[in-house]
């Protein structure tokens, strides 16, 4: 029984789920728990779990290596399916601009914004950059993520979002965590090519896409669809060239606009279509009806902190629930609209400001997000045969109270394949 530990008297054990899949509408709000549980994990997997009456029958023989964890909850490992956790400089001078008054459009025209961060990114090197997104990894792992998709984004050029993917690549090797990359360098038009829109899709296309599928440096591609960035019909280019790739697209719509980039989405049967803080009552009814060509739905990635930072209206999660979507959670980190990956905020933000419930908001940020990574099969539940990721609590007096005392931290331990990290 080598590498085999037993964990017991698990106050409650969440999200238990003898089979996953991907949760819509009002299944969202039905988080299956154990009460007074065991769990046992075997080489980095979930091997077995029950309540304790059932322990004897279920594990005769307990290994050498027992926990306790007696009043506390145990959680699979937050699924953040939306980051841009690889930058090189903060950006909090902006903060200060936004505090005096400036919009987030005002300061991306005045060269700041995704061009700042660009900037900032292409002077520093390789090894640099990623010494610093190693660093935000393991401050977002220990706040209890265990998988996490990372965007590219802040190149803009051939060999600025080369530098990102292989950032990532290398943060996927080394790295514990399940990683996702997204090549997103259509994030927004580089000033050489402010007026020539065509000349940056051929780049994308031509010089960066290549290289990327050469080098399987990018699971899905991405385009910041918005007005004053990638229109839909340039989005559609640009994804068909990915998808050409094996490139599933995921992607920034409607949120600062509602400009047709939901329609696209759906049309090019996205992964995840993420943001929608600007969304019509005829797209949350579109978004509610789809049902892609595979008989996968797109899901709904709603990103509060972002609104929160901000200061935007929230995504209006009820609605989207209601008309039958499947809303994931992620923490959108990046420098510029949600320098914090925490996703326990987010979970909270989610409950507080855009009234979810708490079993929704988990379920969004485990299950959920994992099927927006399409780590469905791999991590978001207690199912045997995932990875054992999970998140053990402090001593708490129910599920609520995680996202009702926001802000404090609950997190006892975190176990990443089978290792307390
Ligand atoms: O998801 N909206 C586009 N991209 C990021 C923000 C990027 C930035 O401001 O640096 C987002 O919010
Ligand atoms: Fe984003």
């Not at 029984?1 to 949760?23: A, E, K, P, W």
């Not at 709000?29 to 549980?37: G, H, K, M, R, S």
């Not at 933000?349 to 791999?378: D, F, H, R, V």
Request: net charge negative; proline share 4%.
């Amino acid at each position: 029984m080598s590498n085999t530990t037993i964990i017991i008297n698990i106050t409650r054990l969440v999200n238990v789920r003898g089979q996953s899949n991907l949760l819509s509408g009002a299944a969202l709000a039905d988080l299956p728990c154990i009460e007074d549980a065991f769990l046992l994990v075997e080489d980095g997997m979930i091997a077995e779990y029950g309540a304790m009456f059932e322990l004897e029958i279920k594990v005769p023989q307990l290994p050498k290596y027992i926990i306790e964890a007696q009043g506390r909850f145990v959680l699979p490992a937050w699924c953040d399916s939306h980051t841009h956790l690889v930058f090189s400089a903060s950006r909090e001078n902006e903060f200060i601009d936004k505090i005096k008054g400036m919009s987030y459009a005002e300061i991306a025209v005045k060269g700041g914004g995704i061009i700042n961060s660009a900037q900032k990114l292409n002077d520093v090197s390789e090894d640099e950059l990623f010494n610093q997104a190693w660093k935000r990894l393991q401050e977002v792992s220990k706040l209890g993520t265990g998988a996490i998709e990372i965007k590219s984004g802040y190149g803009l050029s051939v060999a600025g979002e080369l530098k990102m993917l292989r950032v990532i690549k290398k943060l996927k090797e080394k790295s514990n965590l399940l990683i996702k990359s997204t090549f997103l360098g259509a994030h927004t038009y580089p000033i050489q090519y402010r007026e020539n829109h065509q000349g940056y899709i051929d780049s994308i296309i031509n010089e960066m896409l290549p290289v990327i599928a050469g080098e399987q440096l990018a699971d899905y591609i991405d385009v910041f669809c918005e007005t004053g960035f990638f229109s839909p019909q340039e989005m559609e280019t640009i994804c068909k060239a990915g998808m050409a790739y094996s490139l599933r697209p995921k992607l920034h719509v409607n949120q600062l606009n509602s400009i047709g980039g939901i329609e696209m989405g759906l049309n090019l049967n996205a992964v995840s279509l993420d943001h929608l803080e600007s969304l019509t009552r005829e797209e949350i009814v579109q978004l509610g009806k789809q049902s892609n060509n595979n008989g996968n739905e797109t899901i709904c990635t709603l990103l509060p902190t972002a609104a929160f930072f901000l200061r935007m209206g929230f995504p209006d999660a009820r609605a989207l629930i209601n008309a039958g979507c499947a809303v994931a959670l992620a923490s959108d980190f990046n420098p510029g609209s949600s320098p914090s990956g925490n996703m326990n905020l987010v979970v909270a933000l989610s409950c507080i400001q855009m009234k979810m419930l708490p079993e929704e908001a988990i379920n969004a940020a485990t299950i959920n997000g994992a099927y927006a990574m399409e780590l469905g099969n791999e991590t978001g539940s207690i199912t045997v045969g995932k990875k054992a990721n999970l998140i053990f609590t402090k001593p708490i007096p129910s599920l609520a109270y995680l996202p009702y005392c926001f802000g404090t931290n609950l997190i006892d331990r975190v176990m990443i394949g089978g290792e307390f990290i």
